[in-house]
């Protein structure tokens, strides 16, 4: 069974910076797809980020582009999101999921395996 623990979510001020981390367990992750999605209060859930475990070949949404990174350790088995010069509406939890395929998706559907979530707030 395929386990995600995601941790370093907080507070932080606007500007700042973030790492969150999700630990992979259960599986060999040599044909997954992993992401991070984020939802808001109120709003639904979305993929911020993409990454395929086996070329590292990633995909950022637009919202992102330029401030977070994914970023995977294949030793470790650990997915990692660099977020920086966040905003106030970056403020959601945020997930990590993996899926086995052969393409990235942003399809939340898609993704059969989630964590249970790390809360970041970015205060203005």
């Known amino acids: 069974q395929v386990q995600l623990v995601e941790s370093g979510g907080g507070l932080v001020q606007a500007g700042g910076s973030l790492r969150l981390s999700c630990a992979a367990s259960?599986?060999?992750?040599?044909?997954?797809?992993m992401g991070w999605f984020r939802q808001a209060p109120g709003k639904e859930r979305d993929l911020v980020a993409s990454?395929?475990?086996?070329?590292?070949?990633?995909y950022h949404a637009d919202s992102v582009k330029g401030r977070f990174t994914i970023s995977r350790d294949v030793a470790k088995n650990t997915l990692y999101l660099q977020m920086n010069s966040l905003k106030p509406e970056d403020t959601a939890v945020y997930y990590c999921a993996a899926r086995l395929g052969s393409a990235h998706s942003t399809r939340v559907n898609g993704y059969p395996y989630w964590g249970q979530g790390t809360q970041v707030t970015v205060s203005s």
């Open positions: 990454i395929s475990w086996s070329d590292g070949s990633t």
């Open positions: 259960g599986r060999t992750f040599a044909y997954y797809f």
